[in-house]
C-alpha cells in the first residue's frame, strides 16, 4: 500500500474553495485513491474515490493528475460543519475488501 | 449503506482487566475490520476479522491482547485483554461490502484504563 503525505493542517473561512493536496509517489497501476472525513467523536466516512483525471460528486472533487503521483480534494464553499480531518488513502481496492491504511490527515479548520 | 453500532460507548477500566467490545451492523457483511485511535491520532488497523475464520492481524498486534470472534454475519467481537493505560484508546469497528470502495465506521468505544 502506498504511503501518502498530507499537510498537517489547514485553515480557511466560510464560503471558500479548500484544495487539500496528497503525495502518494508510489502508487501502483492498480491502485485507487480514497478520501475519508472524520468529525470528531465519530467514525470516518467516506467522501470520494477515483482513479485517474476528474471525479466530482455532491460533496467533493477529487483532481488526478496523469502521473497519479499526488491528487487534489477539492471542497467548494466550506461551511463551519466542514471542520473535521480529512484522511487521503491509496490502495489496491479491487474485489471491495479493502483494507484501509490511514496515514496521519489533515486537520481542516473553518474559521466564520 | 449500512449502519454500525458499537457497545459500550466508552468505558474506564482498571489495569490487568480484560473489556470486551461488540460490532452489530444491520446487514450481512463479509468482512469487518477493527481500529485503533489515540487521541489526536490517526486511525491504526488492529485487524480483519472474516466470518467462519479466524481472524488476520497487523504487526504489532497479536490475538492473545486482541481476541476477535466473528459468529455470524452482522456481528464481531473485540477484546482488549489484560489491560495497560497505553490501551487507552478509541476502539471501531468497520465493514465493507463487495464491489465498492466505501466502508462504513461505527461511532467507536473509548477505553480509559487507569
Known amino acids: 500500500l502506498a504511503k501518502t503525505t498530507q499537510p498537517i493542517s489547514m485553515d480557511s473561512y466560510e464560503g471558500q474553495e479548500v484544495n487539500i493536496t496528497c503525495s502518494h509517489n508510489?502508487?501502483?497501476?492498480?491502485?485507487?485513491i480514497t478520501w475519508y472525513q472524520q468529525f470528531p467523536s465519530q467514525g470516518p466516512r467516506f467522501i470520494i474515490q477515483g482513479y485517474k483525471t476528474k471525479v466530482t460528486n455532491e460533496v467533493a472533487s477529487l483532481f488526478i493528475p496523469a502521473d497519479r503521483k499526488s491528487s487534489t480534494l477539492s471542497l467548494p464553499r466550506v461551511s463551519l460543519s466542514d471542520t473535521a480531518v480529512y484522511y487521503c488513502?491509496?490502495?489496491?481496492?479491487?474485489?471491495?475488501?479493502?483494507?484501509?491504511?490511514f496515514g496521519a490527515g489533515t486537520r481542516l479548520a473553518v474559521h466564520p | 449503506s449500512a449502519v454500525i453500532s458499537q457497545k459500550p460507548s466508552r468505558d474506564i477500566c482498571q489495569r490487568g482487566t480484560s473489556l470486551t467490545i461488540q460490532c452489530q451492523v444491520d446487514s450481512q457483511v463479509t468482512m469487518m475490520f477493527w481500529y485503533r485511535q489515540q487521541p489526536g491520532q490517526s486511525l491504526t488497523l488492529i485487524a480483519t476479522?472474516?466470518?467462519?475464520?479466524?481472524?488476520?492481524?497487523e504487526s504489532g498486534f497479536v490475538i492473545d491482547k486482541f481476541p476477535i470472534s466473528r459468529p455470524n454475519l452482522t456481528f464481531s467481537t473485540l477484546t482488549v485483554s489484560n489491560m495497560s493505560p497505553e490501551d487507552s484508546s478509541i476502539y471501531l469497528c468497520?465493514?465493507?461490502?463487495?464491489?465498492?470502495?466505501?466502508?462504513?465506521f461505527g461511532p467507536g468505544t473509548r477505553l480509559t484504563v487507569t
Open positions: 468497520s465493514v465493507g461490502a463487495s464491489g465498492t470502495y466505501e466502508q462504513y
Open positions: 476479522a472474516n466470518q467462519g475464520s479466524e481472524a488476520t492481524y
Open positions: 508510489n502508487i501502483a497501476t492498480n491502485d485507487y
Open positions: 488513502l491509496v490502495g489496491l481496492f479491487s474485489g471491495g475488501y479493502n483494507k484501509l491504511i
